[in-house]
Nanobody
């Protein structure tokens, strides 16, 4: 039914760019909010970005503002995370997930209120 699958991770040098993809199945991307989160080794999972369904509003954690851009293509059933000016601190496994119910990212906890997490894709930023 509901399934999200991440892809596009890899090794990139500091200052480089990478685009992650999240293939969404079993629901409409123009209805449900979707989040990107990441988890680095030995650290807690961190919400990175979120995009609303109907409202089409985007949100970012402070550490990635101005560098990352979340977007969606409902026709192709894809959510993207464009990452520019990458830093070593961006190294992590990146996950996407869907909001429980039809609610905005603004009133949500980007970790607790989302489920159907994918398997994740590894992003390594290193020279």
């Amino acid at each position: 039914q509901v399934q999200l699958v991440e892809s596009g991770g890899g090794l990139v040098q500091p200052g480089g760019s990478l685009r992650l993809s999240c293939a969404a199945d079993g629901f409409s991307l123009d209805t449900y909010s979707v989040t990107w989160a990441r988890q680095a080794p030995g650290k807690e999972r961190e919400g990175v970005s979120c995009i609303d369904g109907r409202a089409d509003t985007t949100y970012y954690t402070d550490s990635v503002k101005g560098r990352f851009t979340i977007s969606r293509d409902a026709t192709r059933k894809m959510v993207y995370l464009q990452m520019n000016s990458l830093k070593a601190d961006d190294t992590a496994v990146y996950y996407c997930a869907r909001r429980r119910g039809l609610y905005s990212c603004r009133t949500s906890n980007w970790l607790r209120d989302f489920n159907s997490w994918g398997q994740g894709t590894q992003v390594t930023v290193s020279s």
